[in-house]
C-alpha cells in the first residue's frame, strides 16, 4: 500500500489529525496527563493498560471522557503460559540476595500467580474496554482468541497488533485486525514477539517496514528508534502509515516516568540500551547498568514474567529512591540520547513540523 493513502486510511480509522502515536508504557508513565495531551495534539495518547487493575483503567478512561480530549486508545497483553513454584522463587530469592542485602530490603513470601490469574485479568480488562467503548485498543505479546476480537469489532473498536517479524505481521492481518504496529530492533521496552525466537525477531526499521508493508494490505505503524521528525518522515517514506514512539514521550512533562529514568535517557549518552530479562523475566530493551551486568549470568534461570517482575521491583524502587540509576529498569530505544524535554503536545506539534521540512505528511 503506498505511503499517503495508508496515511489516509489510518488516520481515518484512528479519528485522527496525525498519525503519531503515543505507545502505551504500562508501569505509570502514561500518565492520563500524557494521553490526554497527546490526543488534544492531534495525536493519538495510548493508556499504558497491561498491568492495570480494571478499576484504575476504568477510572483513567473516566478522566479522559471528562477532559474530552478527542480520541484515544488502551494497550492490553495478550495473557501468554507460565509456570512458577515456590521452589522457583526461593532459587530466584538466593540469587536476588546481594541486591536486597545492598538496600537494606526484605524478601516477601507470597503465593505465585499462574495463568488462570493473567487470563482472569485480561478478561475484566476487556469487559472495561467494551463497556466504556474505548476508540482503540492495542495487544503486545501475541493475538487474542477470536472470541475476543469478534466482541471489541461489535462493539466497535479500532484493533492494533503487535509484531516483530513479517511473519507475525502476517498473522496479526489474518486474525482482522485493522492496523499493525511494528516493533524494529531499536525499540524501547519489551519486545512483542509471539511466533519467532526473540533472537530472530531483531530486524530493523530500514527492512522491516518496506519488506512488511509489501506483503500487508492493512497499514503499518512503525515503532522503535523514532525520536524526530528524521525518524518520522524516514518510516514514512520506507512504507509506515503511521509512527508509535515512546522513548521519546518518556521525557516529556506529562510524563510519570521517575526523574532518574527521565535524566538517564540523555545523562549518560554513550551508555547503550540493551535486550536483558533480568528485570521481568521477557527480554526488553533498557539502559545498561550494574544490576543488568551483575545477574546477566543468571538469565537461563530467571523466573517467567511476571514473577521476575514482581521479585526486582523492591530493588528498582529503592535504587530510584536513592537517585542512582544502577539497579532501575530504565526502558529506551536505542534513540534515547535524543530525548527532548518538553511537553507532550508540543512534541507532537515539533514531530510534525520537523517530518514536513522532508516533504512528508504524517
Ligand atoms: C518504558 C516503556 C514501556 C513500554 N510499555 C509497553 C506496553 O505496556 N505495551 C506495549 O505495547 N508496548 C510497550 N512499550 C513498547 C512501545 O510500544 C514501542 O514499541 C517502543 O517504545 C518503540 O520504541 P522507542 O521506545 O524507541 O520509541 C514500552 C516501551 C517503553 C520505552
Redesign the pocket.
Known amino acids: 500500500m503506498d505511503t499517503s493513502r495508508g496515511n489516509s486510511m489510518l488516520k481515518e480509522l484512528l479519528g485522527v489529525e496525525h498519525a503519531i502515536i503515543q ?5 505509570g ?1 502514561t500518565t492520563e496527563e500524557l494521553v490526554g495531551a497527546v490526543s488534544r495534539a492531534g495525536g493519538l495518547g495510548m493508556i ?1 493498560a ?1 498491568g492495570m487493575d480494571p478499576e484504575a483503567l476504568r477510572k483513567t478512561i473516566h478522566g479522559l471522557k471528562r477532559r474530552n480530549v478527542g480520541a484515544f486508545g488502551a ?1 492490553l ?1 495478550v495473557p501468554w503460559g507460565f509456570k512458577v513454584t515456590e521452589e522457583n522463587i526461593a532459587g530466584a530469592y538466593e540469587r536476588l540476595r546481594p541486591v536486597y542485602d545492598h538496600f537494606g530490603l526484605e524478601q516477601e513470601t507470597f503465593i505465585p500467580p499462574d495463568t488462570e490469574d493473567v487470563k482472569m485479568k485480561f478478561d475484566a480488562q476487556l469487559d472495561v474496554i467494551v463497556e466504556e467503548e474505548v476508540p482503540v485498543c ?1 495487544f ?1 505479546f501475541g493475538i487474542p482468541e477470536s472470541r475476543h476480537i469478534e466482541r471489541l469489532k461489535e462493539a466497535g473498536t479500532i484493533l492494533l497488533g ?1 509484531a516483530t517479524t513479517v511473519e507475525e505481521a502476517e498473522a496479526v492481518e489474518r486474525a482482522g485486525f485493522d492496523a499493525v ?1 511494528l ?1 524494529g530492533a ?5 519486545r ?1 514477539t509471539f511466533l519467532n525466537p526473540v533472537d530472530d525477531s531483531l530486524v530493523g526499521l530500514m527492512s522491516l517496514i518496506p519488506e512488511t508493508a509489501d506483503q500487508l494490505s492493512i497499514p503499518v505503524i512503525a ?5 524526530d521528525g528524521r525518524g518520522v518522515a524516514a518510516a514514512m517514506i520506507l512504507g509506515a502509515a503511521g509512527v ?5 514521550f ?1 521525557s516529556t512533562e506529562e510524563s510519570g ?1 521517575h526523574p532518574v529514568h527521565k535524566n538517564a535517557l540523555s545523562e549518560n549518552r554513550h551508555t547503550p540500551s540493551v535486550l536483558t530479562k533480568v528485570f521481568t523475566g521477557r527480554a526488553a530493551r533498557a539502559i545498561q547498568n550494574t544490576f543488568i551486568r551483575d545477574m546477566a549470568v543468571h538469565t537461563k534461570s530467571m523466573v517467567d514474567y511476571p514473577v521476575q517482575r514482581r521479585l526486582t521491583q523492591p530493588v528498582q524502587d529503592a535504587s530510584k529512591a536513592a537517585g542512582s540509576t544502577e539497579y532501575a529498569m530504565l ?5 534515547k540520547s535524543m530525548a527532548r524535554y518538553m511537553s507532550a503536545g508540543e512534541l507532537v506539534r515539533q514531530l510534525v513540523i520537523e517530518a514536513k521540512a522532508f516533504g512528508v505528511e504524517v
Not at 23 to 27: D, E, I, L, N
Open positions: 505507545a502505551p508504557m504500562a508501569g508513565v499504558g497491561g494497550n497483553f492495542s503486545i503487535t504496529v516493533q531499536e525499540a524501547g521496552g519489551h512483542g515503532a522503535g528508534g523514532i525520536m508509535q514512539l515512546g522513548t521519546a518518556i516516568a526502558l529506551a530505544g536505542q534513540g
